[in-house]
């Protein structure tokens, strides 16, 4: 293989990736370590795919977004959890309570503070920037996984909408 085709093929690429939800057709109140997700009895997990180029390989989180299809008064104060592996999820609105088997698969956390939120058209938006979060997929994966987690009382909007983008640099 010459030397320009194998840098070529072995440079690193930007990419993003993203995965969603609408959470319930409620607006009970969350409390502050609450999951927030899809479904109150048979939640999701939240899966960016395509993370890494090939299985076992990873890259770099250089930033992230959040997008909330409501611009509530009260902002949700979210922290994203990211797993390498798959994990049990829990319902809507219940404590988290991961397990020591579960945060050992755990990447890190990425916060999407309130001060941050950006009010669009009925909408907002927050972004991360410049994060440098180095990551590696499970070895027969190129998938990362995601759970939400409320840090204060959020107070939702029925149905509402929420968008994660992670914007990476592959290995």
Known sequence: MSDALFIK?????TVIV????????????????????????????????????????GGIIQGAIMVDSS??????????????????????????????????????RIRFAPGLFNIGNGNG???VETLGKPFKCAPASTTLYGITVIRNSYIPTSAEEFLFRLLLIQD
């Open 125 to 127: 938006i927050v972004d």
């Open 71 to 108: 611009a509530p008064t009260l902002k949700a104060d979210v922290e994203l959890y990211l797993f390498d592996t798959t994990v049990t999820m829990q319902n809507d609105n219940a404590a988290w309570t991961p397990t020591d088997a579960q945060m050992k698969t755990c990447i890190g």
């Open 9 to 13: 093929r072995n440079r690193p690429a």
């Open 18 to 57: 993203e995965a969603s939800y609408t959470r319930p057709a409620d607006t009970a109140t969350y409390t502050a370590g609450d999951v927030l997700c899809n479904s109150t009895s048979s939640p999701t997990i939240l899966s960016f795919d395509n993370c890494a180029r090939s299985a076992g390989l």
